[in-house]
C-alpha cells in the first residue's frame, strides 16, 4: 500500500520560511518523480514544483519560481519543499504526489496534504 504523508505545515507571517517535508513508503520511491501541489479555498488545484527521480532535475511554477525549492532525499524516500519569502497568497493546502515519469501532467499517488497559512 503506498502511503505519502506530508509534514511542516503551520500558521506563519509573510516573509518567514517553511519547509514541508513528504515521506513516501510502499513505492520504489527512485523509480518516480516528485512532485508539490497546492489547493486553496475555492480555487483549483495548482502545480508547484517538480523534481526527477534522481534529483538532478527541478522545475518550478512561474509564482514560485526563485522563493520555492524542491528536493529530495532517496535514503530516507522524502521529498521536501522549501518555501521562503511567504505571501499571504501562498496560503494553501499543499500535496506532494509521486509519478512514473518527470514532468508528467498525471500523477500515480497523493498525500493527504498539509495547511500551510500565510498571514499578512
Avoid: H
Avoid at 517535508?21 to 486553496?40: D, E, H, I, K, P
Avoid at 522549501?82 to 508528467?104: F, G, H, P, R
Wanted: contains cysteine; charged residues 15%; aromatic residues 16%.
Amino acid at each position: 500500500q503506498v502511503q505519502l504523508v506530508e509534514s511542516g505545515g503551520g500558521l506563519v507571517q509573510a516573509g518567514d520560511s517553511l519547509k514541508l517535508s513528504c515521506v513516501a513508503s510502499g513505492l520504489t520511491f527512485n523509480n518516480y518523480a516528485m512532485g508539490w501541489f497546492r489547493q486553496a479555498p475555492g480555487k483549483e488545484r495548482e502545480f508547484v514544483a517538480a523534481v526527477s527521480w534522481n534529483g538532478y532535475s527541478t522545475y518550478y511554477a512561474d509564482s514560485v519560481r526563485g522563493r520555492f525549492t524542491i528536493s529530495r532525499d532517496n535514503y530516507e524516500n522524502t521529498v521536501y519543499l522549501l518555501m521562503n519569502s511567504l505571501k499571504s497568497e501562498d496560503t494553501a493546502v499543499y500535496y506532494c504526489a509521486a509519478s512514473k515519469i518527470y514532468a508528467s501532467i498525471d500523477y500515480d499517488y497523493w498525500g493527504q496534504g498539509t495547511q500551510v497559512t500565510v498571514s499578512s
